[in-house]
């Protein structure tokens, strides 16, 4: 069976939301304030001088047992058996968002306008016409590629396979198991969901790994601090002591 999923070079992505985002909202013509992906900023986290941060852009995640699916009351969201692509038939959707609440990735939204909900497909109307989707197209950093991760002889499996221990999947644990990849070689891969992640750092809840090398020079500035600091006391005491008298 095909599986059709996105493949996100995460090192390549400058969070422009430009290439992805807009060309999707064009293209798909997304209701005003929604949007069929999410760029999450992954960091900054460590300690100085071990900071590190990258983005991550996240769609539907084309899974291959999904929840949405499961708990959809009219059929209305299934996933094709030709391209393992997860629709939605709007004119069987009744709007009760049951999807969305499902979605361990938040990759639903719902559309305030026609009263259905909306996702990502791939752009299944240009793949029909041989193209890729929109946001593979005009992504400045060529961070985005779809295709068939079950065929070997795809590109996306070729990269994959060219990029093996670096590859990554969005942390389930719903046993959707989301068919989606990450590659990151150059910072250290979050295992968290990039939504939970974002919450726990900007209220201070994440804990940073400990780094022996940070600390060290932490203690070293300290060190130095303390020194110019003496320095500079021994300067004001002798400036003191060597002013005229203004009676002088």
């Known amino acids: 069976m095909k599986q059709y999923a996105m493949v996100v070079e995460a090192d390549r992505c400058i969070g422009c939301k430009g290439g992805c985002q807009v060309a999707c909202k064009t ?17 900054p986290t460590g300690v100085y001088p071990d900071l590190q941060m990258y983005f ?10 999904p929840s949405c699916v499961d708990v959809c009351p009219t059929g209305a969201c299934y996933k094709d058996e030709d391209d393992g692509v997860i629709y939605i038939d709007q004119d069987l959707c009744i709007g009760c968002q049951s999807c969305k609440k499902a979605c361990p990735f938040h990759a639903n939204n ?29 992504c400045a950093g060529r961070a985005l590629h779809f295709g068939d991760i079950n065929d070997p002889e795809s590109e ?13 999947t969005l942390k389930d644990d719903n046993g959707n198991h989301p068919s989606g990849r990450f590659i990151l070689k150059n910072q250290k891969w979050i295992d968290m969901l990039p939504f939970e992640f974002e919450e726990a750092l900007h209220n201070g809840m994440y804990e ?11 203690e070293d500035h300290l060190k130095k601090a303390n020194v110019v600091r003496t320095e500079m006391n021994k300067e004001k005491d002798c400036l003191l002591y060597t002013s005229p008298s203004p009676r002088d």
Do not use: W
């Open 27 to 43: 293209e798909n013509e997304v209701a005003l304030g929604r949007s069929r992906s999410t760029l999450y900023h992954m960091g």
């Open 56 to 65: 991550l852009p996240v769609m539907c995640q084309q899974c291959e047992d």
């Open 110 to 138: 719902f559309n305030k306008e026609l009263r259905v909900m909306d996702k990502c497909t791939g752009c299944v109307q240009l793949r029909d016409e041989g193209k890729e989707p929109a946001c593979v197209r005009n």
């Open 156 to 168: 996306v499996s070729k990269l994959l396979a060219a990029n093996e221990g670096h590859v990554y």
């Open 208 to 218: 940073e790994p400990e780094s022996e090398l940070a600390h060290r020079i932490f």
